[in-house]
């Protein structure tokens, strides 16, 4: 395993702090600051995470606030401030004993690379031959701090641990309240927010071992003292780093405080750690800002792009994915005349999706094939090579669909290895999408992965561009590799397993994008996001239902890494009829794409495509890697609206976008006002992707002052629902 490594071989490398005597740490960024005392008994305590003082010391002022920097269930009540009860972590000894009791041994404080700043902290049990190692990791730029652990069994015995969250909050407000992004298929990351009254818990957890972020992305933000807002009050907006079960928890104490913990979900899978082993936990990611939660967004994606995803700081192409335009139905005429079109409208890649594999079992439907990837040489006699070469021909890229995790029963993989796949004894196989998972515990099944995934790629040398799906979750979490005594193992192991995969791939593949689809948006979580460039937010892509679910999922993560196509009309998933206008406008806030048969497009459709696109690409860098500023909800309102706002060299530009969801308010909408731009200068007003049915502003082709534009704002000239607009501003 990659993440079990022997601790004292890292140990070594470090030259460690005394935490014999009270020492103080400060970790700060442009506008935070976290700060941690030592105190004689050797113990660690975290005594200020918020806005950077003038003076750091005075982070010391009130003891109280000051709570254990990583409490374990056998000091949960040490102290006023955690006296309540609340730990992160709980680990049951080699003589069956729940005993963790943590000391600070030393600590390390380096700069890594210019502009973080990382605290280790190497903790030991009094007693039992255990050691936790916790680092904290603060990047200046961005405000994020991120925050693990690694759990290591120096001991002869077996430990089990039954609870370690990656990071907790200790913090005390008024009223507290919490946002998450739950969901389901076809409709995720619906952001939602409660209050968690006095003596109640709020949690949100999966246990559905892949694909967990389906039913509910695993981030949240806490606002103090009231509702989060968009630009005043007290957030902390974060996310754990993980791609299986996961726990965030928010208990409102008792006495008043707020305890959230966040963490690996080993309620079902107590992890089994064996002699001279290390298991490391998610990273969990949090930024604060006393500005509301539009800072706090801000942030968030600037750590995001500066290497919370995968090549944050690269624009991506605008692609035509064959799903929804073919489905299986495709033969080499037909993909080719779809990739002709497809250079013909300007779009830049073309995604070959699922459908192009497997000989004796041919995947012609989602019931046979999956696990054997070979090309299909009745449907592409001329093979992957024979796509690659039209698509170079036409002067677009190629990518491909692949889902390697998975395996039908009608595979040649499954008559050769039954046992590579998830099950229990004594219970039937239970077929979901007719797959079946495969055992990513199990190294055989990781190497036989890497290596289908490398033939493809290093084959085809020109694939710029992987959708890799996760089309199941797991019901019987049992497995044919672990031992009897490991098979709680098997949810963490899978994942840790899948990034061992992901990782050899991306280091040995750096120029090929990865978009991580699970469904629609099952991956949508920073741990897959470390390997993947961006997410395919939804299988729905009615662009009613994706201004809902954009909107959510941009909380946490910036637009270059949101997938949105425009498709047909009526749209596949909800028969909802739309313009295509709408459907640009709505697709433009994201990673552009197309997702339907481009020879159905009529004259019209082409044209205003083709102009829509050549727009896109002028706007890309302001929406791919500018500032989210969000300026009226869908949720709240019938009339939604973001921006996005980007200093190049020395000058802003800024894209605006609004959508009338419903006619209902239409003649009744106040407007609109911007922000992020500069008071004091002007800019000149660009209305974009114009269609028949007007323009929807008159400042199109002003110029308007930034004191104007975020202090009257914008009044839209709605004629009926489905309508859009999209702004250029570039200041003058
Ligand atoms: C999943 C994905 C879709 C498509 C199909 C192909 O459902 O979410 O986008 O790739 O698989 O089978």
Not at 460 to 469: G, M, S, V
Request: glycine share 8%; net charge neutral.
């Amino acid at each position: 395993m990659t993440t079990q490594v022997l601790l004292a071989t890292a140990i070594a490398s470090l030259s460690l702090g005394s935490a014999s005597a009270d020492q103080k740490i400060d970790l700060k960024t442009k506008s935070s600051q976290m700060s941690f005392d030592i105190k004689n008994s050797g113990q660690l305590y975290r005594c200020y995470f918020g806005r950077k003082l003038a003076n750091q010391d005075d982070a010391r002022l009130n003891s109280s606030s000051s709570t254990l920097a990583y409490p374990t269930l056998w000091n949960a009540n040490e102290g006023w401030a955690n006296a309540s009860g609340e730990y992160n972590i709980s680990i049951t000894q080699g003589d069956g004993r729940v005993s963790l009791d943590l000391v600070l041994d030393s600590y390390k404080v380096r700069t890594p690379t210019p502009g973080q700043e990382l605290a280790v902290f190497e903790f030991r049990d009094t007693h039992y031959p255990v050691r936790v190692r916790l680092s904290v990791l603060a990047h200046e730029d961005s405000d994020v701090f991120e925050q693990w652990l690694e759990i290591t069994n120096n001991g002869k015995d077996a430990i089990t641990i039954d609870e370690a969250a990656s990071g907790h909050l200790k913090v005390k407000g008024t009223r507290y309240y919490v946002s998450t992004f739950s969901g389901t298929w076809g409709g995720e990351s619906f952001i939602s927010e409660e209050e968690v009254k006095q003596g109640n818990i709020l949690e949100r957890s999966s246990h559905t071992g892949t694909r967990t972020a389906q039913e509910g992305t695993p981030g949240f933000i806490l606002s103090l003292n009231g509702p989060a807002q968009e630009d005043e009050g007290e957030v902390f907006l974060g996310a754990l780093a993980w791609s299986g079960n996961y726990d965030l928890r928010f208990k409102h104490s008792p006495n008043h405080h707020m305890f959230a913990s966040f963490g690996a979900n080993l309620r079902q899978s107590p992890y089994r750690l064996e002699a001279d082993r290390t298991l490391t936990l998610p990273r969990w990611i949090v930024t604060y800002s006393d500005k509301g939660k539009g800072e706090a967004t801000r942030q968030l994606h600037r750590w995001a792009r500066a290497g919370g995803i995968q090549k944050g700081t690269s624009e991506r192409d605008t692609l035509l994915n064959s799903w929804e335009g073919a489905h299986f139905n495709f033969d080499e005429p037909l993909l080719h005349k779809m990739m002709e079109r497809s250079a013909d409208m300007g779009l830049e890649l073309f995604v070959l999706d699922d459908g192009w594999f497997a000989n004796k079992y041919p995947r012609n439907y989602d019931n046979a094939g999956l696990g054997d990837w070979t090309v299909n040489k009745k449907k592409l006699p001329n093979g992957v090579e024979g796509l690659v070469k039209v698509a170079k021909d036409n002067k677009i890229k190629f990518g491909i669909w692949v889902e390697p995790e998975m395996v039908n029963p009608k595979s040649e993989l499954y008559e050769t290895h039954p046992d590579w796949v998830i099950k229990l004894p004594h219970r039937p196989l239970r077929e979901e999408r007719s797959q079946l998972v495969l055992d990513l515990s199990n190294p055989a099944v990781q190497d036989y992965i890497i290596k289908c995934m490398d033939d493809l790629l290093s084959g085809n040398p020109e694939i710029a561009y992987i959708k890799w799906d996760c089309n199941r979750t797991v019901w019987d979490p049992g497995s044919t590799y672990l031992s009897d005594a490991n098979q709680k193992n098997l949810h963490v192991d899978y994942v840790n397993g899948y990034y061992r995969i992901m990782d050899e791939l991306v280091k040995k593949h750096p120029n090929v994008i990865f978009q991580a689809c699970a469904s629609g948006g099952g991956r949508a979580d920073f741990g897959a996001m470390k390997y993947h460039h961006e997410f395919w937010v939804s299988d729905n892509t009615d662009p009613y239902d994706r201004i809902f679910m954009q909107w959510g999922v941009g909380h946490l993560f910036p637009a270059i890494s949101m997938a949105s196509h425009v498709t047909v009309s009526p749209c596949h998933q909800t028969s909802r009829s739309t313009p295509l206008k709408f459907r640009f406008d709505v697709a433009s806030a994201a990673r552009l794409g197309f997702e339907l048969q481009p020879q159905n497009l009529t004259q019209d459709e082409v044209t205003f495509s083709k102009k829509a696109l050549t727009e896109y690409k002028r706007i890309r860098p302001v929406v791919q890697l500018g500032d989210l500023y969000r300026l009226r909800s869908p949720y709240d309102t019938k009339e939604a609206s973001l921006m996005y706002v980007k200093e190049e060299s020395g000058k802003q530009r800024a894209v605006v976008f609004a959508y009338l969801l419903s006619r209902l308010q239409a003649d009744s909408t106040s407007p609109i006002r911007l922000k992020g731009l500069k008071p004091d200068k002007r800019y000149k007003v660009t209305e974009l992707n114009v269609d028949h049915s007007g323009k929807r502003t008159f400042l199109d082709g002003k110029e308007v002052g930034g004191d104007y534009l975020m202090g009257n704002g914008i009044s839209f000239g709605w004629g009926k629902e489905l309508q859009s607009c999209v702004i250029e501003l570039q200041e003058i």
